[in-house]
């Protein structure tokens, strides 16, 4: 059972409201800072002080004019509104994409200020927790399951089309299951072809092994997993 003490609105509850919404900013923010990636402890701090003036300043303004204004109007704003601040840590470097966690981190440090500031401190601690656990034990599991799959994403370049059509007949001779097989022209004489494609290997067919193979086709320049 959630407490509503911490929803009144009283001096001490303010004061502990904004402290706690800068340690829980700041634990998340050096948790992702540790790990070098972005949204780190000033960006998570500001975030989740904001947001947490901004419920603080709803609940002055509900007890100020009762029944006049709706309490959940700014709130719907800041949660809106943040998302634009967390895709400007979103990065596409080549045929990757990085900091979709961080931006998710951001986003979700305003949601646990705005719980914060209302005083649902017990469900911001809550989420708070299950996040950090979320975060550092679900990779272990993803390892575990994808060490057992056997679809690859490779990122493959080649010196000419012949080869885009070597890799694409081999393939699927050999059976594989192909998702994607994108390819991107060379924008410059002497730049090489670019192809980024997911397939699902048959059964009995070691990854590495088959990274070797397609390795071993002539003209068949740099093959990177993803």
Known sequence: ?????????????????????????????????????????RTTITVCLGSTMVMLLEQYLEALYPGRLDISRIAAQVISGVGFLGAGSILVAGHQIKGLTSAASIWTCACIGLAIGIGFVDGAVLLTALWLVGVHFVPYIENKVYKHSRYMTLYIEAATGREITLISRKLKEDHCFIDTFVVDKPKAKGQYFQIVTTFKIPKGTHKDAYLHSLQEIKGVGMINEL
Request: net charge positive; hydrophobic share 55%; charged share 15%.
């Open 1 to 41: 059972m959630f407490t509503l003490i911490f929803s009144e609105w009283t001096w001490i509850n303010i004061v502990f409201r904004m402290v706690l919404s800068l340690a829980v900013g700041m634990v998340i923010g050096i948790d992702r800072g540790a790990k070098r990636r972005g949204g780190g402890a």
